[in-house]
T-cell receptor, first 113, second 112 residues
């Protein structure tokens, strides 16, 4: 089972460049999430999509946009990357309503120079 | 707001040692509590959970008891193995359908 698949796994950008992180899940989950992980700060929620066709801001949405393309796919876009966005990004999915178990992808390590 | 505080890492232990990773929370009300584990190069995965006071979650030899009086959910294991080396995250959630709030994570390193 693939579970949650993220691409790319690694990316280096220059300040001001744009990019899109892709995420797909094959578990027929309704909800999908984007988190960023920074040393000592745990995981912080960027955006989430409770169901197909809806998206909502999380704790740290500034500088990001998302698209819930269909039930399987949820992408995260950085329009103008900044060094502060250097982080590891995780996509996750869950059944609705969330009972506490999130299923995570392997992460995407982004470096902005 | 709601928050989760974990002990600073890294925690370095020898194989077969006893493990405790502290977790305390601040919240208005009684959340469900979780431990997630992140093995090197992987995403997080749920390790165990407890949904009400005095509940004990357990999995893979790990245990944690929901202590309402001390607002704590400490993770314990009697005898760690090298394969337990990972980052452990404590988290809380209020009610089904709401968001998880994660702590900062604690890195565990187990040496043979």
């Amino acid at each position: 089972n693939a579970g949650v698949t993220q691409t790319p796994k690694f990316q280096v950008l220059k300040t001001g460049q744009s990019m899109t992180l892709q995420c797909a899940q094959d578990m027929n989950h309704n909800s999908m999430y984007w988190y960023r992980q920074d040393p000592g700060m745990g995981l912080r929620l960027i955006y989430y999509s409770a169901s197909e066709g809806t998206t909502d801001k999380g704790e740290v949405p500034n500088g990001y946009n998302v698209s819930r393309l269909n039930k399987r796919e949820f992408s995260l876009r950085l329009e103008s990357a900044a060094p502060s966005q250097t982080s590891v990004y995780f996509c996750a999915s869950s059944e609705l309503p969330l009972t506490g178990e999130l299923f995570f992808g392997e992460g995407s390590r982004l470096t902005v120079l | 707001g709601d928050s989760v505080t974990q002990m600073e890492g890294p925690v370095t232990l020898s194989e077969e040692a006893f493990l405790t990773i502290n977790c305390t929370y601040t919240a208005t009300g009684y959340p469900s509590l979780f431990w997630y584990v992140q093995y090197p190069g992987e995403g997080l995965q749920l390790l165990l959970k407890a949904t009400k006071a005095d509940d004990k979650g357990s999995n893979k030899g790990f245990e944690a008891t929901y202590r309402k009086e001390t607002t704590s959910f400490h993770l314990e294991k009697g005898s760690v193995q090298v394969s337990d080396s990972a980052v452990y995250f404590c988290a809380l959630m209020f009610g089904a359908g709401n968001m998880l709030t994660f702590g900062g994570g604690t890195r565990l390193m187990v040496k043979p």
